[in-house]
C-alpha cells in the first residue's frame, strides 16, 4: 500500500478568492498547497480591465503570508462590451492570463455576464489571433431549461459553435459537471480541455436533496446524476492530458449558505489535495494524480511546470465543522469527515 506521494507542487486552474477581508481570510489555504491559480473575476463590480485586474493581483499578494510562494492569475470579466484591445494588451503584459465567459446571471455576480454569445464574436477572434485562453461558465440561463439540463443544452448551443467557428481558440469548458460536457471535450481537438472539481467527484444531487436541504453541498453548476458523477472519475482519473485540476473553491459565510435564499458555492480550498486524492485513491489511479493536479494544467495554458515538489502521507485528518473567517465562519468541503492524506508541512 502506497504511504507516500511525491508530486511536483499543483496549481489550482479555477477557483474564487471574492475580495476584502473574505479574500484575505482565504488566499493562504490556497497558497500553503498551490503554486499558481486561475483566479476568477466575479467581483462587485467584475474585473472587466487589465488595471483593475492589476489592482486586484496586487491586493491577493498582499494576502499570502510570509514564507509562501505563491502567483494569481488573473482572468478577464467578458461583457456585451468588453474592450478586445484592452483585453489582448493585458494579456501580452502579463496581466491576463485568460478571459471568462459568464453567461448572464448564470451563477454569483454574473449579472453583467455576456447576454449573447454572438456578442463577444469579434473579441473571441482577437483572442485566438493574440492566444489568449477562453474560459467558459458553460450554461444557459433560459427559465425554461431545467437546471440539471442546462449544462448539456449550453453545449449544444454555444460551445459546439465557438469550437467550430474559433478553431485556434483553446478554450477551457470550466467545472464540468455532465457525461455529456466530459464527451465533448473528448470529441475536440488539442485546443479543448476542461477542469473538475472534487465536490463534483464525490457527490451527485442526491447530497443537495436527501435528509433535507443541505446548503453547503449545494453550487452552481449543481451537482447531477450519479451516471455523471462516475463519468467524471473516469475522465479525471483517465491520465487524459485534457483534464486538470481546477477546485472552483467559491467562499460564502456560514450566514450567507444557511438562509431562506442560501449562497451557491462549495468552500473546499483547506483540504482540496485530500478530497481530489481520495477518489483518485478508491479508482486505483494514484499513478495519474500527478498529471491530473501537476501536469496538464500548464501544458494547456503553455506554462512551465513548477519545480518545488510537494509530500502527501497516508494519515486520517478529521475536518473542522467550521473556520474562522472574517470575524464570522465557514463551513469548509468535507465538514466533519475523516479524510485519508494529508499534506506535508
Known amino acids: ?23 484575505r481570510g482565504v488566499v493562504p489555504y490556497t497558497a500553503r498547497q498551490f503554486a499558481r491559480a486561475i483566479v476568477m473575476p466575479n467581483l462587485t463590480p467584475p474585473v472587466t480591465t487589465a488595471a483593475m485586474a492589476a489592482e486586484y493581483r496586487e491586493r491577493i499578494l498582499a494576502a499570502v503570508p510570509e514564507g509562501l510562494r505563491f502567483t494569481p492569475l488573473m482572468t478577464c470579466y467578458l461583457t456585451d462590451t468588453t474592450d478586445a484591445e484592452d483585453l489582448v494588451r493585458g494579456a501580452a503584459e502579463g496581466v491576463f492570463t485568460a478571459a471568462k465567459l459568464y453567461p448572464a446571471n448564470a451563477t454569483t455576480n454574473s449579472a453583467h455576464g455576456v447576454s449573447d454569445v454572438a456578442k463577444i464574436y469579434p473579441v473571441l477572434e482577437r483572442m485566438e489571433t493574440e492566444g489568449v485562453i477562453l474560459c467558459v461558465h458553460g450554461e444557459v440561463t433560459d427559465s425554461e431549461i431545467d437546471v440539471f439540463d442546462r449544462e448539456a443544452e449550453f453545449i449544444e448551443r454555444h460551445m459546439r459553435a465557438i469550437v467550430r467557428d474559433f478553431p485556434r481558440l483553446r478554450v477551457v469548458f470550466e467545472h464540468i459537471t455532465t457525461a455529456d460536457a466530459a464527451e465533448f471535450v473528448l470529441g475536440q481537438g488539442v485546443n479543448v480541455a476542461a477542469t473538475i472539481t472534487p ?29 455523471h458523477r462516475l463519468a467524471l472519475r473516469k475522465a479525471a482519473t483517465s491520465g487524459n492530458p485534457k483534464f486538470f485540476l481546477g477546485t472552483d473553491s467559491a467562499p460564502h459565510l456560514r450566514s450567507a449558505k444557511e438562509t431562506s435564499c442560501g449562497c451557491a458555492g ?13 477518489v483518485f485513491e478508491e479508482e486505483g489511479a494514484l499513478d495519474t494524480f500527478e ?15 513548477n519545480e518545488e515538489e510537494i509530500t502527501l502521507e497516508r494519515a486520517e485528518v478529521t475536518v473542522p465543522a467550521s473556520l474562522p473567517l472574517a470575524g464570522e465562519e465557514i463551513v469548509p468541503w468535507h465538514a466533519g469527515e475523516v479524510l485519508g492524506w494529508r499534506m506535508r508541512g
Not at 500500500?1 to 474564487?16: A, C, F, G, S, V
Not at 465536490?199 to 451516471?227: F, S, W
Request: hydrophobic residues 40%; proline residues 8%; contains cysteine.
Open 266 to 278: 462549495i468552500f473546499n480550498a483547506p483540504y482540496a489535495l485530500e478530497s481530489y486524492l481520495k
Open 291 to 305: 498529471g491530473f493536479a501537476s501536469l496538464h494544467g500548464p501544458a494547456f495554458y503553455g506554462l512551465p511546470v
Open 199 to 227: 465536490q463534483h467527484l464525490h457527490i451527485n444531487r442526491n447530497a443537495m436533496l436527501v435528509g433535507g436541504i443541505q446548503p453547503h453541498n449545494y453550487c452552481l453548476p449543481v451537482a447531477k446524476r450519479e451516471t
Open 1 to 23: 500500500m502506497t504511504e507516500t506521494l511525491t508530486i511536483r507542487r499543483p496549481d489550482d486552474w479555477h477557483l474564487h478568492f471574492r475580495d476584502g477581508e473574505v479574500m
